[in-house]
DNA sequence: CAGTGTTTTAAACGGATGTTTTAAACCTAC
DNA sequence: GTAGGTTTAAAACATCCGTTTAAAACACTG
């Protein structure tokens, strides 16, 4: 017997199904079923599927960015030597395990939610995610640039995004790259082994020599 | 009066719809109406929306797989040094420039086209890109592995995939970038910047050095 | 216990979906 | 020009979609 409330359902069979299907490809019937609720609740309880979409995005990133920020603003006023790049990466990798847990399935999970997010053009939610979270990640930024003074700020908002695109790509689809491991390699690894080596690379590639400007 | 025959036209709207909607959001009504040809025509040209999906991706991989294969045998057998991994980069770049051309809007549609493809988890979809193109890859893996012989073939694989999540990350959502730079930065930035920036990220993100194994 | 506000339920709404059918139009070759 | 195969056309198919309704069940307060 569930003890948890008819909307929390909802929000953990929608987060399942939109990171599976993604938005358009899961139905409300199909939420409702797996959840356990009636087809209506969903409209009672968050108003439209587009609203429900919001809350998930909402309950996933707002923990994370809270709790991001945080810890970027208590680094940020001890007025000691900036934080290095693997430093800050190891902040974003910690702060994701604190908040979800080092439980595999759900971090990939998050982590397709967030290439979701990332993949939207269209379609208004790229707003809403922007104007919510826009804010910690441009703090995170300002901690980038003076990791890496030297570096000009053109050529460093694209090495941002290269290594949030290899992060988030790479962990989005962890669980497929998993199984070709597996089927291929014969190799056997989990998701931390990745972390590990994602981090370096992000700051070398974000380090790496300027050719031209 | 349109000279392209009607599955071609049905090709040519499902790409940019896929693209910009997705699979599931894109309906067989919009394709036809879009392409100006009757709804049944899918169904008899194609046989189903799924297959119509395989053949928009088959129209758009074949042709720069084809080269990029060819490119890497000849430079294969040549019997000389191997190339460096900015090399194989490039390859790859001038090889989708010159399948697509340098129609920024064409090439971006083409890499959200990788993007939906890779970020396919359960559909079959992925078992027949597989299936379909997984041998070039596996050649592309091969010449990697010549230019980072140092690289432990696990801690390789992995920057592999990072680095193809940079670029087609970044490169799926150029149009969305492009914009946030315009808004925020006031800078008017060009594919091409954007792609010469991407290949030294991607080989010292790959050059790296290795902290454990 | 009666009453009231909240939540859940079953059923139906209009519309959109992928697919199929049947007939018309087209084209080519005899 | 007419027969036969190919392509298009309009319409209908059953099913699924998000949303709404109205009544039943529940939870709580007075």
Not at 120 to 125: G, K, P, S, V, Y
């Amino acid at each position: 017997m569930p003890k948890s409330t008819t909307a929390e359902r909802i929000l953990d069979a929608a987060q399942i199904l939109f990171a599976i299907k993604g938005f358009a490809g899961t139905s409300l019937r199909h939420i409702t079923s797996k959840a356990g609720v009636n087809l209506a609740a969903v409209n009672y309880h968050f108003g439209s599927k587009e609203k429900l979409m919001r809350a998930v995005f909402e309950r996933t990133l707002t923990p994370f960015c809270d709790s991001l920020e945080k810890q970027l603003l208590s680094h940020g006023q001890s007025g000691g030597e900036p934080l290095t790049l693997e430093e800050l990466f190891e902040i974003m990798v910690s702060t994701a395990n604190n908040v979800y847990g080092d439980d595999s399935k759900e971090f990939s999970r998050f982590m397709r939610l967030m290439g979701l997010a990332y993949a939207q053009t269209q379609d208004e939610l790229r707003g809403f995610l922007g104007a919510r979270y826009g804010m910690v990640f441009r703090r995170f930024l300002v901690h980038v640039k003076l990791a890496a003074p030297e570096m000009p700020p053109k050529e460093l908002f694209w090495r941002i995004h290269f290594a949030l695109g290899a992060a988030v790509f790479t962990l989005a689809s962890f669980g497929g790259l998993q199984e070709v491991l597996l089927n291929d390699y014969k190799m056997d690894v989990g998701l931390s082994d990745v972390v590990t080596r994602l981090v370096p690379f992000m700051a070398a590639g974000i380090r790496g020599e300027v050719e031209v400007e």
